[in-house]
């Protein structure tokens, strides 16, 4: 396994379908890519677990900044392919995000997940991350596709 940025259209797309597990609001892998360069835009990351030229895992990051928490960085994304769950990926892919946090000077990783991924928080919590907070969300007009 090798863990690869999906830094060009390409690789992008490679991840699409596995993003969809994630976020099965995208439907149009075209949208995807548009959506994913003006992410890269504002400093986001897509980084891939990779078996041969097969994507099996992804992480999304980016660095932040804010009164709370200072430089940090915020995982938005992560999602392992189902049939590869359970054999690390997931803690591979945390632990580069959190070394890259560590590399640019960062005091904290922070990311949020669904109330109702009850899996998804007991993974967080053995990867040391502590529940310190809600997330709350307000739908305005017409743009509510993906807000969970």
Known sequence: ???????????????????RELRPHLTDPIAFGEQLARQYMH?????????????????GYREMENLLYGRFVYVDDLVID???????????????????????????????TGLHMALAQRFYFRQGLLARGMHFVEALGATTKGAA
């Open 1 to 19: 396994m090798e863990l690869r940025e999906l830094d060009n259209p390409v690789l992008q797309q490679r991840g699409f379908a596995l993003m």
């Open 43 to 59: 400093g986001y990351r897509l980084l891939g677990a990779c078996m041969g030229e097969r994507i099996v895992g992804l992480i």
């Open 82 to 112: 189902t049939d590869e769950r359970q054999r690390g990926l997931g803690a591979t892919l945390v632990t580069a995000v959190r070394n890259e946090a560590t590399r640019l000077g960062c005091q904290h990783l922070v990311l949020d």
